[in-house]
C-alpha cells in the first residue's frame, strides 16, 4: 500500500532498487493490475446486485406491480456498468486493451478464485458514482506495465482483493523459482540435448521446458500452476503417419500416466503452502528413466487411491498414511553437505553414473494407536511421522536399500525409548532388504511393494507401544 486518498488505496508491487530483486523489493507480478481491477469490478457488481435486492424487496412491499415492471431494467444496467473489461464503455475505448488481450483472459480466470462466496453487506451500502468512474478509466489503462504497475482500490472492495492478493503472489512466486530450477538441475543431470528450458513468457506467466521427448508446459490458470506434457515422438510420428515401433513404445508414457503426472503435480507439487522443494524434487523426478518413473508413478497412484478410500464413507482399519516426501529443508545433497544450490534444495537425488535414485517416504502414524505423551508447550499439535530414506538402485541387479529413518518430535517420533526405536529401524530396514530384492509384482512396481510393507512395519509397532508392551506386543499383536 502506497498511499490513501479519500475512499481508495493504490496497490502497487514495491518496485526493487537498481541492484534488482534480490537486493530488495518485489518480484514481477505479471497481470498484477487486471488482476485486482477484475476483483474490484466483482466486489462492486456485488454490493449493486445486493443493494438492488434490497431495493426490491422494499418495493415488493409498496407496489409489486411496479417492481416487477422497473427492476429487471435497473439491475441489467448496474450489471453492464460492473462487467470486470468494463464493456459498458464505448467501442473505441476497447482499443487500450490491444497489448494485453492475451494477458486479461488468464486475469479473468485468476479472479475468479472467490466468485461462489456469499456477500454480507450493510443494508443501504452503495458504490459512489465517482469511484466507479475512476475504476473504468483504470481499466481502460491496461497495459504492459514490466509487472510493476499497480491501481487504486476503493475500500469497499479492499478486503476482496486482499485476500485474493495472498494466493495470487504466493503462485506468482512458486512459478519465479521454476526457470532458475530448471536451468540448475536439469543441466547438472542431462546434457543440452536431453533437456532444457525452451521459452519463458514473464508476462502471462508462462513457460516451456523438454526433458527426452516430452515437452512440458507450465501456465497460470485460476490461481492455479497448471502443467501440460506434450509426446514430440508421437506427435511426429502422427504427422509422418508412420507405423510405431513396438520395442521404443514401452519406454514411452502412457496418457493415463501423462494425467498422472499433472495431477500429482497440481494436487502435490504446486499446493499450499508453496514450496520450492517440492518443485525441484518434482523436476528430478522428471529426468528420471521412463522405467523408474513408472515405479514412481505406481507408487503416486496407490498412495492417491488409499487416500481417497479413507476420504469416503468406508473406514480402513489401518488409517496411518504413507507418502512420497518431496520436501526438504535441509539443503541435503549426495556427500551429506549442505549446499546452497537449486539441485541440494530437491528432496530426490538421481545419480546416473550409478544408475541409482535416492527419496524418502514419510509415514503419517495413525493418532488413535500412539500412546499418550504429555508433550506441554511442544509440538503435540503436529501429526506423528517417520521418515525412511531409501535408495533404488535400477541397474543390472535392481534392489532398494534402507539408508536411515528419522522421526518427528525430537527424533524418535512417539518412540520415547531409545531401544525400542533402534530396534525399529532395525525391523524396518530388514523389511526393506526382504522386499527390496523380490522382483513382485510387475503391475505393482517394486517401490509400491516396499512402501507398502514399511507402513505396515510401522503400524504394527503402535499398539505395542501404546498399551505400554514394548516391541514384543507390537509384534505379537
Keep these: 500500500m502506497r498511499c490513501f486518498a479519500g475512499d481508495q488505496v493504490w496497490l502497487q508491487p514495491a518496485t526493487p532498487p537498481k541492484g534488482g530483486p534480490e537486493v530488495g523489493g518485489s518480484l514481477p507480478c505479471p497481470q498484477f493490475r487486471p488482476f485486482i481491477m477484475e476483483h474490484v469490478a466483482q466486489e462492486l457488481n456485488g454490493i449493486d446486485n445486493f443493494t438492488g435486492s434490497q431495493q426490491a424487496v422494499g418495493l415488493t412491499n409498496s407496489n409489486s406491480i411496479n417492481a416487477g415492471s422497473?427492476?429487471?431494467?435497473?439491475?441489467?444496467?448496474?450489471?453492464?456498468?460492473?462487467?470486470?473489461?468494463?464493456?459498458?464503455?464505448?467501442?473505441?475505448?476497447?482499443?487500450?486493451?490491444?497489448?494485453?488481450?492475451?494477458?486479461?483472459?488468464?486475469?479473468?480466470?485468476?479472479?475468479?478464485?472467490?466468485?461462489?462466496?456469499?456477500?454480507?453487506?450493510?443494508?443501504?451500502?452503495?458504490?459512489?458514482?465517482?469511484?466507479?468512474?475512476?475504476?473504468?478509466t483504470a481499466i481502460i489503462g491496461l497495459g504492459d506495465d514490466g509487472g510493476y504497475g499497480g491501481g487504486w482500490v476503493p475500500l469497499v472492495a479492499l478486503k476482496k482483493v486482499l485476500r485474493g492478493i495472498l494466493k495470487y503472489l504466493g503462485v506468482l512466486w512458486l512459478f519465479a523459482q521454476l526457470p532458475d530450477l530448471l536451468k540448475e538441475i536439469l543441466g547438472s543431470i542431462l546434457k543440452d540435448n536431453e533437456g532444457a528450458l525452451l521459452n519463458l513468457d514473464q508476462e502471462q506467466p508462462a513457460l516451456r521446458f523438454f526433458v527426452g521427448g516430452y515437452v512440458f508446459a507450465v501456465s497460470v490458470h485460476r490461481v492455479q500452476l497448471l502443467?501440460?506434457?506434450?509426446?514430440?515422438?508421437?506427435?511426429h510420428q502422427s504427422q509422418q503417419q508412420q507405423q510405431q515401433n513396438p520395442g521404443s513404445a514401452q519406454e514411452e508414457l502412457t496418457q493415463s500416466e501423462i494425467g498422472e503426472i499433472c495431477d500429482y503435480f497440481s494436487r502435490r507439487v504446486a499446493s499450499e503452502p508453496y514450496d520450492a522443494s517440492r518443485v525441484a524434487s518434482f523436476i528430478t523426478l522428471l529426468t528420471l528413466p521412463i522405467s523408474v518413473l513408472r515405479e514412481f508413478l505406481k507408487l503416486i497412484a496407490w498412495k492417491k487411491g488409499l487416500s481417497q478410500v479413507q476420504g469416503g464413507d468406508m473406514v480402513p482399519t489401518q488409517k496411518s498414511r504413507i507418502e512420497l516426501c518431496l520436501e526438504n529443508h535441509a539443503g541435503y545433497s549426495n556427500d551429506g553437505s549442505s549446499e546452497n544450490t537449486s539441485a541440494s534444495k530437491s528432496n530426490i537425488h538421481y545419480d546416473r553414473a550409478h544408475n541409482s535414485v535416492d527419496f524418502a517416504l514419510t509415514v503419517v502414524l495413525d493418532h488413535a494407536h500412539i500412546p499418550h505423551i504429555n508433550a506441554a508447550g511442544g509440538a503435540a499439535w503436529l501429526p506423528y511421522c517417520v521418515s525412511v530414506r531409501l535408495r533404488y538402485a535400477f541397474g543390472e541387479n535392481p534392489n532398494v536399500l534402507f539408508l536411515r529413518m528419522e522421526g518427528s518430535h525430537g527424533g524418535r517420533a512417539c518412540w520415547l525409548r531409545v531401544d525400542d526405536w533402534d530396534r525399529c529401524k532395525q525391523r524396518v530396514a530388514r523389511t526393506v532388504e526382504v522386499n527390496g530384492n523380490s522382483a513382485g509384482d510387475a503391475n505393482q512396481g517394486r517401490l509400491r511393494v516396499v512402501a507398502d510393507s514399511v507402513q505396515r512395519t510401522l503400524h504394527a509397532y503402535l499398539p505395542g507401544l501404546r498399551d505400554g508392551g514394548g516391541i514384543a506386543a507390537g509384534i505379537g499383536s
Design 70 to 136: 422497473q427492476l429487471p431494467a435497473a439491475n441489467t444496467n448496474r450489471n453492464n456498468l460492473s462487467n470486470s473489461t468494463g464493456l459498458a464503455r464505448p467501442a473505441n475505448a476497447v482499443n487500450g486493451f490491444s497489448r494485453t488481450a492475451n494477458g486479461l483472459p488468464a486475469a479473468s480466470n485468476l479472479a475468479g478464485v472467490n466468485a461462489g462466496m456469499p456477500l454480507r453487506r450493510q443494508p443501504g451500502t452503495g458504490v459512489p458514482a465517482h469511484v466507479r468512474g475512476e475504476l473504468n
Design 227 to 235: 502443467l501440460q506434457v506434450i509426446s514430440v515422438k508421437r506427435f
